[in-house]
């Protein structure tokens, strides 16, 4: 359900606070680093009039040609079912197998596993960038940059299970603060030095491009990229706040803010002033105001590591639905808000490589060059996929999706090569993250696709014949058995789920009532309006039932199957018994073996999805299985060819 739908205007406005705070706390911390690392990184641009206002112009048009024309304007249309982000995506190309669609799935979920590793680098790189600040302050600090980096990052992730709930209310109104602060900031410094505003003019940036050398070109680009890293989040956030809340805080905010400090920071360094510790943000600040500013820069990096973090959390989650992922313990952190998740083994892996660069990188400018990439191949994911979403969904002309995103994806192909330079200098933390996620998300689906289609290969009778038993026999088992199974039974050719025959063959008899449970979790976020699908094969006063149902969860959603059998008891189409103690839930546990002849590649492949499944959390744990209603699981074994 779409977060902003029967709201009135004052909730909408709740909801632009609060989407400042957790939408935009990536982004809005960006002029921490971002100008610093374009003249004082790898480029070692000097400072000429030119390249300040050539510089100035690309980060103008870069923030508004990306973030705001296409995401802001475009993407943000692509909603599945009020939900965004490359997994909303995906399910938006599978439910009408658009072209392209198997490819672009590929390619979506590895942005997907560069979003993980964006989850890694934004905390370390937001965090080290503000507490730099202090080396404004005083130069004796330096030493102890680095551990109070490591404090801070510790602290926010061992709360991280506690939920973020009551802490995320104060996400709106501190970013406002920093948006604000950071405006006037920059402000002061264009009054004093009015013809950066020439940057507006998109002749600078041209006339930069065109006369710089091109490796001199692709490292600014790649620096440049900071600027917009952060504005893919505001399309995975939708669902939390909605399209038009979104849109509102960064077009009244976040958007003029960052113009007027980025602006300010060319201002700064045409009035050719002093920079101390080569840090341009906080030189611009006054001495008497840096204490507060470095303390507000904190909780804003604080709030957009925390975004970041809870994302990850997320995103694990639709991939677990989603087939993607295997089962991993998952804690809801608040009774209302499904959304809200924790999830300790993502949590704590995020919290290891996050100190592990900043032990190794050490500074925001070194963390710089591992930046960027992850973002960049996100951001042509997320454009390829439009060209199909714009036909098949918005029902554009081939010309006009092709012309217009395509037009989008070469200049986010130009960002993607320039961000391809800093592979040896970082880029490979994220790149090899997200290559390690795409490999072990293609394994699970690849090894859950065998054992289902082996499943499938084992005789069993035909629900007719069930049923033909069923009416034959004069004694029942006094019991009602709910059997899982991997697809619902809608006919009577179809054939019965395997765990019925193994049934049959150990009682020689049929309980009193028989239910087929299918639990499907479905590419859309929420199945509030459609849960219960039940199809009747047998009914009868004495003898009992036998029926197939199908309870449907959205990926968005808690899939607590136990609390939904109690609403299949309760359910008028449904016949069982109202006593769950009177249940028997029966389900499978499949034992994983490799064939003798299999090559090197299979081998491979098998030990890792071996290596999942042993580390996976149970079906039954899972899906809350086992608390009130009791539970058999039969051990079958499948063998990988």
Not at 384 to 400: C, D, R
């Amino acid at each position: 359900m779409h977060p902003e739908k029967h709201l009135n205007p004052v909730q909408k406005l709740l909801l632009a606070l609060g989407a400042l705070g957790v939408v935009y706390g990536d982004i809005g911390t960006s002029p921490l680093y971002a100008i610093k690392e374009i003249f004082f990184g790898h480029s070692h641009l000097t400072f000429t009039p030119d390249h300040i206002l050539g510089v100035m112009s690309l980060v103008f048009w870069a923030l508004t040609l990306i973030v705001t024309f296409k995401y802001v304007v475009l993407v943000l249309r692509a909603d599945n079912d009020g939900e965004g982000g490359v997994f909303a995506l995906y399910g938006l190309l599978d439910k009408k197998n658009l072209p392209g669609a198997l490819v672009l799935g590929s390619i979506l979920i590895l942005a997907a596993g560069l979003l993980f590793g964006d989850g890694v680098i934004t905390p370390a790189i937001s965090v080290i960038s503000s507490v730099e600040g202090l080396e404004v302050l005083t130069n004796s600090l330096h030493a102890y940059i680095v551990p109070i980096t490591i404090a801070i990052l510790t602290g926010l992730f061992f709360i991280q299970s506690f939920g973020t709930d009551k802490i995320g209310k104060l996400f709106g109104p501190i970013i406002a603060i920093w948006f604000v602060a950071i405006g006037f900031l920059g402000l002061r410094q264009i009054i004093g030095t009015p013809q950066v505003l020439l940057a507006l003019n998109p002749l600078y940036a041209i006339n930069f491009i065109l006369h710089s050398p091109f490796h001199i070109l692709l490292l600014i680009l790649g620096s440049v990229m900071l600027v917009v890293t952060g504005g893919e989040a505001m399309y995975a956030d939708m669902g939390h706040f909605g399209r038009f809340p979104i849109r509102l805080s960064w077009f009244s905010v976040a958007y003029p803010a960052l113009i007027l400090n980025y602006l300010g920071q060319g201002a700064f360094l045409l009035s050719n002033q002093h920079i101390i510790a080569e840090n341009i943000f906080f030189s611009m600040v006054p001495s008497w105001e840096l204490v507060p500013m470095i303390i507000l820069a904190t909780l804003a990096t604080i709030i957009a590591s925390q975004a970041l973090i809870t994302g990850a959390f997320s995103l694990t989650s639709q991939a677990i639905a989603l087939g993607l992922l295997p089962l991993i313990k998952t804690k809801y952190t608040h009774a209302e808000h499904q959304g809200q998740v924790y999830i300790s083994t993502v949590n704590w892996l995020l919290y290891a490589g996050c100190i592990g660069l900043v032990l190794v990188f050490k500074t925001s400018s070194n963390l710089a060059a591992a930046y960027g990439l992850a973002v960049s191949g996100v951001m042509l994911a997320t454009t390829l996929a439009m060209i199909q979403i714009a036909k098949g969904y918005w029902h554009w002309k081939p010309v006009v999706a092709y012309t217009l995103f395509g037009s989008l994806a070469v200049v986010d192909v130009f960002f993607l090569i320039a961000n391809s330079l800093k592979v040896f200098q970082g880029g490979y933390v994220p790149l090899s993250i997200g290559i390690g996620v795409l490999v072990i998300m293609k394994t699970w689906s690849w090894g859950r696709k065998v054992i289902r289609e082996k499943y499938e290969k084992i005789p069993t009778m035909s629900m007719g014949q069930l049923v033909a038993i069923k009416k034959e026999q004069q004694s029942s088992f006094p019991r009602s058995i709910v059997i899982m199974t991997p697809d619902m039974v809608t006919k009577k050719t179809d054939m019965v789920p395997f765990l019925e025959e193994v049934f049959w063959d150990r009682y020689g008899m049929l309980p009193q009532h028989l239910v087929f449970l299918n639990v499907s979790i479905e590419k859309e976020p929420y199945c509030d309006l459609k849960r219960y699908e039940v199809k009747k094969f047998f009914e009868d006063a004495q003898k009992g039932s036998i029926q197939a149902v199908k309870v449907r969860f959205g990926f968005m959603e808690e899939p607590d199957v136990e609390s939904v059998l109690e609403g299949v008891a309760a359910h008028d189409q449904i016949h069982i018994d109202d006593d769950p103690a009177q249940w028997l839930v029966h389900i499978a546990q499949e034992r994983l073996a490799l064939a003798s002849d299999a090559n090197f590649f299979q081998t491979i492949r098998y030990h890792l999805f071996s290596f999942l499944s042993k580390n996976a959390q149970t079906f039954d744990k899972y899906f809350k299985l086992g608390r009130k209603v009791r539970m058999t699981v039969e051990s079958i074994p499948v063998r990988f060819d």
